[in-house]
């Protein structure tokens, strides 16, 4: 990674008031982004991924969330900046492409003109010169007849089609960093692994860095050099992905592993789950937030919080028996044994 990150997330932590009481959805989360590079944050449903990077794009009601902490983009703290400030940085340094289309492109316009506003909304490009910019982009995107899609509205196009389409207005300001919020969760297979090939010849072509939210970690290793855990409002494991393929330390990345579909699973047996569910966050356990799911749970997980730690260079870890796990001291029997 390069010296300084485009983006460095220190102590975030978002709060929401809501009517039952306020929920802390992002927990003390820390993680950078260097230049050109791809990292994956990954969780199941409801960890605070989608918070997270709303929260980098400002894009979360003000009126009922506080932020602390700080998100450095480009060491500017986005945390402290004007609404003129970010609406500037959004779409022209920073953009997201998300797995809904539906909120990104709007149906009442055709594509060509949604690229074209885009680019005139940040830019001094004339309405002719934003054309032709559209027209390079959406070439770009793979998508065949590409004059012709330009003249089409949204529902006229296929979902793989817009979600290229997403790509290309997101991507034709030349960010510096791309948030991508499940982008192919909900595409077919094949479709699925066209869309990621063309965000990482975008990211190749236009040098940018690239955050990349899933709950499947199976796309992480195809796509990211370093990785984000997330569980329950919190990191819970940070590495490379070569580190964390080798050697996951976290009961919970062990678990998010082994549901992980291979080619080998055989379709007619049942894949592998973590048993029980994420806790409400009205009802965060106060020792480690995963002990009540966790197979290697002792009375001091229960009881006190594990916090970050650096197992090895580059690899961080948040849980109290990384090392006895990891050593294969410590069996999930045992654990139950010590836990009761
Ligand atoms: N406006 C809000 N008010 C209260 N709670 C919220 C609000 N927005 C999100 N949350 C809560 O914050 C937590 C984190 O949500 P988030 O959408 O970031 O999860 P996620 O990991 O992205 O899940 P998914 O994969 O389902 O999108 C959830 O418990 C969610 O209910």
Not at 7 to 16: G, K, Q, V, W, Y
Not at 33 to 56: F, P
Not at 77 to 90: S, Y
Not at 215 to 235: K, N, P, S, T, W
Request: charged share 25%.
């Amino acid at each position: 990674m390069s010296a300084s990150p485009i983006i460095d997330i220190r102590n975030l932590r978002t709060h929401f008031h809501t009517e039952k009481g306020r929920v802390t959805a992002v927990d003390d989360v820390s993680f950078h982004v260097g230049r050109n590079e791809v990292l994956g944050v990954v969780g199941e449903s409801g960890c605070g991924k989608s918070v997270t990077s709303e929260a980098i794009m400002q894009l979360l009601n003000p009126e009922i969330t506080d932020f602390e902490g700080e998100i450095l983009f480009d060491g500017e703290n986005l945390l402290a900046l004007d609404e003129a400030r970010l609406a500037r940085i959004r779409g022209n340094d920073i953009s997201m492409i998300f797995q809904d289309t539906t909120s990104s492109l709007n149906p009442l316009y055709t594509v060509g003109d949604q690229i074209i506003e885009a680019l005139q909304a940040h830019g001094r490009q004339s309405r002719q010169e934003a054309a032709r910019t559209a027209l390079e982009m959406v070439k770009a995107t793979g998508i065949p007849s590409p004059e012709k899609r330009l003249s089409e509205y949204p529902h006229e196009l296929s979902g793989g089609m817009r979600q290229r389409i997403m790509i290309a207005m997101a991507l034709v300001c030349r960010p510096r960093l791309l948030i991508a919020d499940e982008p192919t969760t909900a595409l077919d297979v094949t479709t699925q692994a066209q869309i990621l090939d063309l965000i990482m010849q975008m990211k190749a072509e236009l040098d940018m860095a690239v955050v990349f939210i899933t709950h499947d970690i199976g796309v992480v290793a195809e796509i990211c050099d370093r990785v984000a855990v997330m569980y329950l409002g919190q990191v819970i494991e940070d590495s490379t992905v070569e580190s964390l393929f080798d050697a996951p330390l976290h009961p919970y990345t062990r678990g998010l592993m082994q549901a992980m579909p291979t080619i080998e699973s055989d379709p007619a047996e049942d894949l592998y789950t973590i048993r029980g569910r994420v806790p409400s966050l009205f009802d965060v356990p106060t020792g480690c937030r995963f002990a009540e799911r966790c197979p290697y749970a002792t009375g001091k997980c229960r009881a006190e919080a594990p916090t970050l730690e650096a197992a090895t260079d580059g690899h961080k870890v948040r849980c109290w028996h990384w090392k006895a796990i990891a050593a294969g001291e410590m069996t999930e029997s045992e654990a139950e044994l010590q836990a009761g």
